[in-house]
């Protein structure tokens, strides 16, 4: 087999450690004859393997008791939608940061539910750097506040979090699906964090929450069971099936994660390889990433060519080196290089080699 090194926004690649793991016991999980898709959610060995997923992230991530992880189905998307329909608490207004494409999903769709005010906005800036908190415009009366922590198509990140008044009484709730322990985070500074696993976790199918108890109980009435967070942690996430292969898969990232260091050390890899691409595309005019530099994410660089007739050849020789996936988003063209916590290092290198002699050649 080819190596070859995928730098898709999402789904994404995942550690060769990992799937060479779900390889070897794919038709016999552990000697119990079975493969982890055949078994029961309910049975003693998926029992042990979601147990000790949540047990992985609580260690990794540092999450306090009085937050529950729920494993969910449905995307980060649903969540776009379960996060108004539980979190108003009779309240009428929420106030979102807007960054960017996935900001403006989660803003449409909570408008089905009530009014939202934009507390801040980069698009006059054409969401290419994340508004500093003192442009905000907080409403006091809205019933959270909304951020996406990295946005997967713009490629800017959040590198800091809000400090709300101490008496505000307004969770912050964070879209981390394609930044979610990259890097240490303190849960306790959040409400809610939802992340769909497809980006750095494992695969699609499965989205994570981490959840204040406080805030659950309180869905609006008339919210279908399975969009009440409250059900779902009456029921430690069985309420009905879980994405149990995405659980497993992810359970094996997380103890991967763990052998890296956790996520400090993860942390000081991505500075590391995020910023060898960066500051080559920063040393050449042949390329150019639009995106503030203070606000530059770690996990999707977004970068175009001098000029966009080369984007085809680009593309072409670069699958030819075993560099794959590298087409930027639709809606904004030229490249995208995302670099999640399973791209090695390795794989900048040879990007930014290859990137190297593209330009030489065509510049
Ligand atoms: C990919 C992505 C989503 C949507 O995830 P789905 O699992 O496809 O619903 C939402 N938010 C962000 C930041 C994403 O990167």
Redesign the pocket.
């Known amino acids: 087999m080819n190596q070859i090194y995928n730098f898709s ?2 789904p994404a690649t995942l550690p060769k450690e990992v799937l060479q793991q779900a390889r070897d016991e794919m038709l016999d999980w552990h000697g119990c004859g079975m493969s982890v898709m055949e078994m029961s959610h309910r049975g003693r060995e998926f029992t042990s393997i979601i147990e000790s997923l949540e047990q992985d992230l609580r260690e990794l991530a540092n999450i306090p008791s009085n937050y529950k992880i729920l494993f969910l189905q449905g ?4 969540q776009f939608a379960m996060v108004p329909m539980n979190l108003l608490r009779g309240k009428t207004k929420a106030d979102y940061i807007h960054t960017g494409q ?1 900001a403006d ?1 989660a803003i449409n769709e909570a408008k089905r539910f009530c009014f939202v005010n934009i507390a801040a906005s980069s698009e006059d800036a054409r969401f290419t750097c994340i508004p500093p908190q003192d442009q905000w415009s907080i409403d006091r009366d809205s019933a959270y506040i909304h951020l ?1 922590s ?3 198509i713009g490629g800017v990140e959040f590198h800091w979090t809000p400090e709300l008044p101490l008496d505000h009484d307004m969770p912050i709730v964070a ?1 981390m ?2 930044n979610i322990l990259s890097r240490p985070l303190d849960v306790t500074r959040y409400g809610l964090i939802y992340a ?1 696993a ?2 750095n976790l494992g695969p ?1 199918g499965l ?1 994570l929450v981490i959840i204040r108890e406080d805030l659950a109980g309180f869905a609006q009435p008339g919210t279908p069971t399975l969009f009440d967070y409250q059900v779902h942690i009456a029921h430690d996430s069985m309420y009905n099936t879980p994405p149990t292969y995405a659980v497993y898969i992810t359970g094996l990232v997380l103890k991967w994660l763990r052998r890296q260091g956790g996520l400090e050390a993860i942390e000081q890899i991505n500075i590391r390889k995020s910023a060898l691409l960066y500051d080559f595309i920063d040393s050449c005019d042949f390329y150019h990433c639009p995106v503030a530099k203070a606000d530059r994410s770690r996990m999707n660089i977004p970068f175009t060519l001098k000029d966009s007739a080369l984007d085809t050849a680009f593309l072409e020789q670069a699958e030819a080196n075993g560099l794959v996936q590298l087409k930027g988003h639709r809606s904004v063209g030229g490249m995208r290089a995302s670099l999640y916590n399973a791209m090695p290092m390795e794989g900048v290198v040879q990007l930014v080699e290859f990137m190297k002699e593209f330009a030489n050649k065509n510049a």
């Open positions: 926004a999402g995307g980060a998307s649903s996935w999903k996406t990295n946005e997967t879209d699906s394609s769909g497809q980006k699609a989205v």
